[in-house]
């Protein structure tokens, strides 16, 4: 006899977690925590040897408009303050399992790397339409 709740069907989880300060984490949003802090560390550290990989990851609206439209997904990997990065870790970490969990990893990354393209690109239209100083 099995004890708990029955195994959930379907969703995502991305096979298997990391246990990370006594809660376990699964592996998608540990890797996206991981890419997040190792494009801002490495992408300043890159620019203080003079690699400007910042300079082509970050939403620069003027670039976009002129063809740079990768630059409408990166910009959410990358974080300049600390404390956005802190804050930005601490709420994958409390709140991307439980989205995790009910959408799949497919559909959290969807929305994930959609949402930042589709936030971007708003941004972009204001800044080149309604409201010059965002460019």
């Known amino acids: ?11 995502g989880g991305g096979g298997g977690s990391y246990r990370i300060l006594g809660v376990f984490i699964p592996r998608p949003i540990v890797w996206l925590m991981a890419a997040v802090l190792f494009m801002s ?4 550290l890159l620019g203080r ?5 910042l300079r082509y990851s970050v939403l620069i609206v003027g670039d976009v408009w002129g063809g740079e439209v990768w630059r409408l997904v990166t910009w959410a990997l990358i974080e300049l303050s600390p ?3 802190l804050f930005g870790c ?3 970490y409390f ?11 497919r559909r959290f990354f969807v929305n994930f790397f ?19 100083e965002v460019a």
């Open 95 to 105: 709140i991307g399992p439980d989205l995790l969990r009910r959408w799949g990893t």
């Open 41 to 44: 560390a490495f992408g300043a």
């Open 1 to 11: 006899m099995r004890w708990g709740p029955p195994p959930s069907r379907g969703g």
């Open 49 to 53: 040897l003079g690699i400007p990989l």
């Open 114 to 132: 959609g949402g930042a393209a589709l936030v971007g690109a708003i941004t972009c239209l204001i800044g080149r339409f309604v409201w010059s």
């Open 83 to 85: 404390l956005g990065l």
């Open 90 to 92: 601490l709420l994958l």
